[in-house]
C-alpha cells in the first residue's frame, strides 16, 4: 500500500531556531497536508496544499508541495516553547470524489525556552 | 459549533469484554473515519464511511465494527476487547474531496 516516509522522527531545538521537516513517498498525491497533535488532543490542520509545486505560508509556518507530487516539507521559523508537539504530514489520492488520507508517522518537536 | 465530538475520553476494558466509542459531528459532513494512534506509528485507519449506510474497512479493521445509521454518528465497536486494542482512538469526519479532515479530540483505551 501507499506509504508515507516522514523525517526525522524528532527534534530536540533551542527556542528562536528554525524547524524543518520532510515527508516522501514512491507515490503520487493530488492533496499534501500537514497537521499538527498537541499533547491530549486530536490533529489540527495546519496547511493543505493542492498543486505541484505550491508554496503557502500560515504565519510562521511554511510549506510546500514538491514538483514531483511525491513529497512536501514544512517549515517552523523562530520557534517558541508552544510549538511543542507532534507533526504529522499526510497525502490524499483521489479516484473520482473519493480518497483517504494517508499518514506519516509524525515527527515530535520539543522546544528547549 | 462543536465540530467532531468523542465519548469517552478514558476507558479501561477487561479483556473480553466489549464496548462502543461514541463519534458525533455537527458539520453534516459526508465523510467519517476511525483510526487508531500507537505511540511512534502514526495514524492508523480502522474503518471509513462516505455516508449513512455505507461503512468500508482501513488498514486494521480486525477485532472492531462499525455502523453509519445517521449522518452525524459514527460508533466504533469492540466485541472482544483484546490488550492489543490498548491504544488512542480518533474519529474524524470531512466533506469530501481533496478537504482536511476535522479530528475529535480522541479515546484513550487501555485492556487490561
Known amino acids: 500500500g501507499q506509504q508515507l516516509n516522514q523525517s526525522p522522527q524528532s527534534m530536540f531545538i533551542q527556542e528562536g531556531e528554525d524547524v524543518s521537516m520532510n515527508c516522501t513517498s514512491s507515490?503520487?498525491?493530488?492533496?499534501w497536508l500537514w497537521y499538527k497533535q498537541d499533547p491530549g488532543e486530536g490533529p489540527v490542520l495546519l496547511i493543505a496544499?493542492?498543486?505541484?509545486?505550491e508554496l503557502t505560508s500560515n504565519g510562521r509556518l511554511t510549506a510546500q508541495f514538491g514538483i514531483t507530487r511525491k513529497d512536501s516539507f514544512l517549515n517552523i521559523s523562530a520557534s517558541i516553547p508552544s510549538d511543542v508537539g507532534i507533526y504529522f504530514c499526510?497525502?490524499?489520492?483521489?479516484?473520482?470524489?473519493?480518497?483517504?488520507?494517508?499518514f506519516g508517522k509524525g515527527t515530535k518537536l520539543s522546544v528547549k525556552p | 459549533n462543536a465540530g467532531v465530538t468523542q465519548t469517552p475520553k478514558f476507558r479501561i476494558l477487561k479483556i473480553g469484554q466489549s464496548m462502543t466509542l461514541q463519534c458525533t459531528q455537527d458539520?453534516?459532513?459526508?465523510?467519517m473515519y476511525w483510526y487508531r494512534q500507537d505511540p511512534g506509528m502514526g495514524l492508523k485507519l480502522i474503518y471509513y464511511?462516505?455516508?449513512?449506510?455505507?461503512?468500508d474497512k482501513g488498514e486494521v479493521p480486525n477485532g472492531y465494527n462499525v455502523s453509519r445509521s445517521t449522518t452525524e454518528d459514527f460508533p466504533l465497536r469492540l466485541e472482544l476487547a483484546a490488550p492489543s486494542q490498548t491504544s488512542v482512538y480518533f474519529c474524524?469526519?470531512?466533506?469530501?474531496?481533496?478537504?482536511?479532515?476535522?479530528f475529535g479530540s480522541g479515546t484513550r483505551l487501555t485492556v487490561v
Open positions: 474524524a469526519s470531512s466533506p469530501g474531496g481533496d478537504y482536511g479532515y476535522t
Open positions: 507515490s503520487i498525491f493530488n492533496t
Open positions: 496544499l493542492y498543486k505541484a509545486g
Open positions: 499526510a497525502g490524499l489520492s483521489l479516484r473520482g470524489s473519493q480518497g483517504n488520507l494517508i
Open positions: 458539520m453534516n459532513h459526508n465523510y
Open positions: 464511511s462516505v455516508g449513512a449506510g455505507i461503512t
